[in-house]
C-alpha cells in the first residue's frame, strides 16, 4: 500500500515509520521544512526510544520517506493519514482547536487522484471527521475519497511497541470499501492476532476521548485514594496493590503522583467536556476527575512547601525530572509547570535536571530555573530534593553521596519510587506520597 501521512509529531513519525517497517510505502509530510530537513538526515526530533534506528533502516530500505510537499505523496497514496496537533484552543476555553486538521483538509483536497481513503488519526471530538470530508469535498467536489476514523493509543516513551503490538486497532468507517484499505494497512497486526474493532466513524472518535477520560479518572482516583490515605494512616501502595490485584480494577494506573500532565489527558478530557455540554449531556465523573488533577497539583505544592517546615522563601529546592512522565522529552501540560512556578513565586531557587526535557522546560518554565547536566548537581546546597519524574537513572543514585552534599535532608518522593526505610537509614527526612501509615 502507498500511505502518506501529514503531520510529523509523536503520532505521525511513529505511524509512519511502523507502516514502513510492516512493508508499505510511506512518505511523512510536515509543513515545519526545518524538522524535514532534519528527518531527511535521520535526525529524529522528538526523543523516543527505538526510533531512529527504525527511521534509518526504513529510509535506507527505500521505504520511508519525508517531504514538505503535498504533491509528491498524496495523489499516489491509496490512504492519507491525518495526524497534525489537536491542542487546547488558545482561548482557554478548552475546545480541541481543529484549525491545523481542516487546513491539513484544505491542502490535500486538490490533490487527491484516484480513490483514496482520507483517516483522521488525530484526536478529535465527534463529528469532526464529518467536517473534514465536508471540507475536502468543498476544495475539490470531484475528489473520489472515503472517510474513515483511525484513533492513536501509542504512549510517548513506550510508541513503538505499542504502535507494533497494540491491544487493539479501532477503525471507523462508513462502507466496506474504506474497510478493505485499512484491513489491508493493519494485515501486519491481523496476523497476530490484534483485535481490531470496526465501528461507525463517530464511534471510533468518541473510543478514543472515552480511553483516556477513563484512565484519566483511574488517576484522579488513586491520587484523591493518596491523600485519604495520608489523612486516615494508611498506605497508598498496598491499597493501589489490594485493589489492583482484582482482575475487574486491573494494576494499572494505580500509581500516586503529582497529577496527570501530557499531550492527551489534560487536553482531551476538557475537550470531551465541551462536547457534552454541546450535546446537552453531562459526564460528571471526568469533570471531577479534572478537578482532582488540578488540586493534586496544588497539594504537591502544599507538600513540599510542609516538608521544608513551612516556608519555601530563601530555600534552594533539587528538582529531579521534568517531563510528565518518563522515556520523553515531551513537556506538554507536565506538573512540574504548576508545581515549580508555584515555589519559585514563593522565593524558592530550584535547580533541575532532567535526562531528555531540559531544553523543551527551559521555554516554559521561569527564566531563574538552573539547569545541571547531572542529577548530582541537582543536590549540592539543597535544602530538599523533589523527585519529580520516575526516570529509571534517578532509580540508583548514590544517596550517601547526595546526602553528603545537601544542606538539609529532606527528600520528597512524589512518585513512591524509593523505599522509604532505607532513604531513613542513609539520613534523609524522607516524604512519600499517600503513605500515611508512616506517621501513625
Ligand atoms: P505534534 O504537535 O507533536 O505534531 C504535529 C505535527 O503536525 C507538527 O510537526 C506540525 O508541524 C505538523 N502540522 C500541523 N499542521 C500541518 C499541516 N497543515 N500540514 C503538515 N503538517 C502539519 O502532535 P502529536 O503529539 O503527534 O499529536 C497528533 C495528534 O495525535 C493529536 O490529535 C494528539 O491528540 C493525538 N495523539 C497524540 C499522542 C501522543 O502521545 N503524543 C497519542 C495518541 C494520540
Known sequence: ????????????????????????????????????????????????????????????GGRLH??????????????????????????GDGYADLSYLYQAAKDLAPHLTGYTVVVDKSTVPVGTARQVARVISETNPTADFDMASNPEFLREGAAINDFMRP???????????????????????????????ITGIETAELIKYAANAFLAVKISFINEMANICEAVGADAIALAKGIGLDGRIGKKFLHPGPGYGGSCFPKDTVALLRTVQEHGVSAR?????????????????KKIRDALGGSETGLTIGVLGLTFKPETDDMRESPALTILPALIEK?????????????EAAKLLPDSVI?????????????????????????????????????????????????PNKMRAIGFEYHGNGRGHEKR
Open 1 to 60: 500500500m502507498k500511505i502518506a501521512i501529514i503531520g510529523t509529531g509523536y503520532v505521525g513519525i511513529v505511524s509512519g515509520t511502523c507502516f514502513s517497517e510492516f512493508g508499505h510505502e510511506v512518505v511523512c509530510i510536515d509543513k515545519d521544512a526545518a524538522k524535514v530537513a532534519a528527518l531527511c538526515q535521520g535526525q529524529i526530533p522528538i526523543y523516543e526510544p527505538g526510533l531512529a534506528d527504525m527511521v534509518a533502516k526504513n529510509m535506507t
Open 66 to 91: 519525508f517531504t514538505t510537499e503535498l504533491s509528491e505523496a498524496v495523489p499516489e497514496a491509496d490512504a492519507v493519514f491525518i495526524a497534525v496537533g489537536t491542542p487546547s484552543s488558545r482561548r
Open 167 to 197: 491491544d487493539r486497532v479501532v477503525i471507523g468507517v462508513e462502507n466496506e470499501k474504506a474497510a478493505t484499505v485499512l484491513r489491508e494497512i493493519y494485515n501486519a497486526l491481523y496476523l497476530i492476532e490484534t483485535p481490531i474493532v
Open 285 to 301: 465523573i471526568v469533570e471531577a476527575a479534572v478537578e482532582v488533577n488540578a488540586a493534586q497539583k496544588a497539594r504537591m505544592v
Open 347 to 359: 522565593g524558592a531557587k530550584v535547580v533541575a535536571h532532567d535526562p531528555q526535557g531540559m531544553r
Open 371 to 419: 539547569y545541571v547536566e547531572n542529577p548530582y548537581e541537582v543536590c549540592l546546597g539543597a535544602d530538599a530534593i523533589i523527585l519529580m519524574t520516575e526516570w529509571n537513572q534517578y532509580r540508583a543514585l548514590d544517596f550517601k553521596r547526595v546526602l553528603a552534599t545537601m544542606n538539609k535532608p529532606v527528600f520528597v518522593d512524589l512518585r513512591n519510587v524509593y523505599e
